[in-house]
């Protein structure tokens, strides 16, 4: 038992419009750069989680926007983003499929599970899992926070389980 269970939540989640689908480079860049010919580093961070679905870390940010500013520039242009986009989702091949099941549970776009509501996805959509939510939850969450970021549920997918 385990990641399947979370196979069938995530596409149920997915099928009954628990999340909206990602948004497109530009659109983001429009809606959070507040009018302004960049994104700084707080707009960066809300432009990719409308566009991935996660929060990043704010460090991962900060290397983000020095990567991709240009010189003499408070922050990161819409060209600059839209590679930097374009980079991300490359970089990400393989984990797209995690990011989009995860993103499916994180209904409200935390960036993170919390035990309530991943009790409520697994009871709305997959009654075999819902029996089991709070012990699966508690497997996947690795730190003991009582949370499940993107990088634990991405590790019980793996089959890494959390240390006691």
Known sequence: FGSSALLSISGAAQCCGGRRSSMEPAAAFAEFS?????????DLSCALIAIFGSKPKKQECRDLLEKFSVQGTDGIGPAPFEALV?????????RDR????FRALDVEGH???DIRRFQEACS???????ARSVEIFYDMDRSKSGTVS?????AYLAGVRAQV
């Open 34 to 42: 507040g009018g302004k010919e960049y994104l700084d580093l707080e």
């Open 86 to 94: 374009t980079e991300r989702r490359r970089l990400l091949g393989d």
């Open 98 to 101: 995690a990011h989009r099941m």
């Open 111 to 113: 960036g993170f599970l």
């Open 124 to 130: 709305g959509t997959c009654r075999p899992a819902a």
């Open 150 to 154: 993107f990088e634990d549920f991405e």
